[in-house]
């Protein structure tokens, strides 16, 4: 991690992680980041598996190749290292930030319910429309579209979930939720990444309040 | 931006925003944020687009003369800056902040469809009273009395929103919500600007909130 | 402002304030808070009114007699003063605590339509019960025990809302509450309104969820 | 307190308290927290009784022996060391962490209230299950598996409390719960106690809004 790239990468993909645990979004050592070191051979910088993300000095952070396997530093890769890998190469992305906040846990699990798909091999999408927000995503110019977020059926096995999420992944809206576990949100770079994730767990969040208005309305007019 | 006054407001304008986005209203480079440093003939100080609303130095700040052509500075003014200097001319405001929250968005959006006008060019309003917090918008002296926060229908045509939004302005309670889009909020000065930011941000929390309970007593009710 | 107590008191009442800001219990300049500095003759320190409590500096607040004239320092005693002097005698209250929160304006304003007393001149009160956090309140030994906050309607005669404060404050539980406007809480030092307002706010919110979840229930068991 | 050993988790617990007091989940002197420093005999560093836990430096904890006796330290050891002892006893604890979060306050009532059992000396449990932040607890490898937090009646007689905890404590998923008062989380040093109680209090959150969910889609679907 000798070079002056991966030292700025590493401060700056330290400091995302402390913002973002103070967000809320990866409470109890969840959610798991990471951005691209080189392309080839792949390289990316991450987090190690089992820490609090909220405290991971850019000294602490690992390099990770394209098989998965630590090359630099100190610790274990995740094992959702898989599906980083796998948002990568598919979508050309410069990183990857998987969180686990309230609204990404229950929308997933809650839509996925809603489309009767609960078994493993699953998948449905939750739709977020009309907003302006929406313009915060890469190659959105109108609020007066509709985007539909894949929501995949949480598997342990990283491997098969990343090949379950291959077809998904290029018409994703840069994210993409795995059921009651969380969002994967990426850009063609750190800071694009974390644009989209702030506007994804906006939407998300604004979804599940919706969710709750359009309820009330609904049991409240019918009666 | 030699001057010691634009100095300042740039430092206090820079301030403001890392407070606005530390808040959770202006995601995802969403938002901007806008002071007068001249009238004759105007000048605005603010964010260029597409940044981070949260981390912009009092010298990334850009320039903007009325209409609206960057005239110092570094970046792109935003499309919404016609909007900016529509407040800033017809309200004699000395600054104008453009939040996107939940409550915002949400409440705009479900005020639009409630009045069943949701083709663009439509418009409706939100009615806030009886409320203490409404003594902290300048010229109400008592929580006993209703405000009316006109509601837009949103456009991706600036020119066209500013000129629909006119006719609202002079009545409006130094607000305006663009409907599932956010907030306009503007005053005197940038402290003013600030406190009605603030009291209408918070009221609209307050209404969100209001409108579950009366929802759900309605249903709980009635049945 | 010269002595020592003066000094320290101003600095953590100052600091008091910040903390209470950054909450969101006194946002747009609502709010104001109170600590006695001598009881013969009666003098307070506070903040002026009309400023953003959240960045009073020490040597920015001033001092209030009996009659709510300000002694020392530069600006306005609020109009809200009168309470403080109400609450400060009849309770020998050290410190008052005055926030605007989300839950205690909701609250506030539901109990009394609950109740059917909305004119002037009405109160009504709200019930917690059975929590362990009402130990927090002085003189509380057990959660087995139910305590009413007072519940008065707003005015903006603030003499006349002193007035119709004072029979309540004696069985109070170190608060009240004014419809549609917020909460004063104290206690017989500012560390003591402080815990009690924190315990307040907490059970204030604890009750909005509380009255969600029975609605809630109610409505989905009965159909 | 002289070794370097007791100096450092003395930091540790001051810094962990402080984060705990910022998130909200130890407001108003609410909540307690202890860890092991030695085995034999029994030794637990802890927060003083009645204090506000935010800002408790390293050198204000006490110590308590295994009979909860202050042998170090100024101040009261708090009732509540029973449960800690017991905790630390029975499970192996090196680090107890008590909170009294908005959703833990709540559910342990609503499920204590649901299961029919108010009482003293009843209890009940509440289910989480499915989420892959369940994998956050030590022992779960899987998101698909369900987990019951025990709930206790509460009870100002911590002896009894203790006691009645007994049987439930070694299946208990590193966290229990107390009706209307909050949760004890734990772990095998301070670390894992912290991560347990992100973890569990997330899951509480969570639980909370899929009830409201769950009612909701209810209430509106059977109308």
């Known amino acids: ?21 103070q967000r809320g979004w990866c409470d109890g050592t969840g959610g798991n980041f990471s951005c691209v070191l080189e392309r080839e051979p792949l390289k990316l910088l991450m987090a190690p ?31 959702e290292t898989a599906l980083h890998l796998e948002i990568v190469n598919t979508c050309s992305a410069g990183a990857v930030l998987h969180t686990h906040s309230q609204a990404g846990t229950l929308l997933s699990q809650w839509a996925m319910e809603d489309a009767g798909s609960t078994d493993t091999g699953e998948h449905t999408s939750l739709e977020l429309k009309d907003l302006e927000m929406l313009k915060g995503l890469d190659g959105i110019k109108t609020h007066a579209c509709s985007v539909h977020i894949p929501v995949l059926a949480n598997d342990q096995d990283l491997q098969a979930l990343s090949q379950r999420s291959r077809p998904f992944l290029p ?53």
């Open 49 to 79: 598996s089992g820490v609090d993300k909220g405290s991971v000095a850019p000294r602490d952070l690992i390099e990770v190749d394209g098989a998965a396997q630590v090359i630099a530093g100190i610790g274990k890769a995740s094992a």
């Open 171 to 223: 018409e994703a809206p840069h994210g993409v939720l795995i059921a009651g576990h969380g969002l994967y949100a990426w850009g063609r770079n750190l800071g694009s990444a974390l644009r989209h994730l702030e506007i994804l767990e906006f939407l998300l969040e604004q979804r599940w309040r919706r969710l709750l208005l359009d309820a009330l309305m609904n049991s409240s007019k019918t009666v």
């Open 1 to 21: 991690m000798a070079n002056a790239n991966t030292t700025a990468l590493a401060s700056a993909l330290s400091k995302a992680m402390a913002g973002i645990h």
